[in-house]
């Protein structure tokens, strides 16, 4: 019996889907293509200028396309997550990660420098008000 072929994210993400939602974020999809550096399949870059875009199946699971922008010279990007069917954002997505992320910092923050050092300065800036 033949196996079902997986795809990275859990679905296919076809070069017609990316283009559509290049088009409809960016207004172009002019240099859309395969993403040489990785070998997945459903991964896709291009360039605007010094914009650097990628377009991708959301590997945490969530089901989404996932678009980064950043500039070449910045050290910031720019994500966002798309329901796969409509190409709308999806923000539920986006506010999940945006949580855990902050979480995380919070998580590392307390671990640096202990509890105690938290409550310290979390007091010190609450008592200024």
């Given at each position: 019996m033949a196996r079902k072929k997986t795809y990275p994210g859990?679905?296919?993400?076809?070069?017609?889907?990316?283009?559509?939602?290049?088009?409809?974020?960016?207004?172009?999809?002019?240099?859309?293509?395969?993403?040489?550096?990785?070998?997945?399949?459903?991964?896709?870059?291009?360039?605007?200028?010094?914009m650097g875009i990628s377009i991708s199946p959301d590997l945490g699971m969530s089901g989404c396309i996932v678009v980064r922008a950043g500039l070449c010279t910045a050290s910031h990007t720019c994500i966002g997550y798309f329901n796969r069917e409509t190409l709308e954002p999806d923000f539920d997505v986006m506010d999940k990660y945006e949580r855990r992320e902050k979480r995380e910092a919070l998580e590392a923050w307390v671990g640096d420098i202990g509890p105690d050092a938290c409550h310290k300065r979390i007091d010190e800036v609450w008592n200024r008000r």
């Open positions: 859990g679905f296919r993400l076809t070069l017609a889907t990316a283009r559509a939602l290049v088009v409809q974020e960016f207004g172009t999809a002019k240099g859309l293509e395969p993403d040489r550096g990785t070998c997945l399949e459903g991964f896709f870059t291009m360039r605007m200028g010094n």
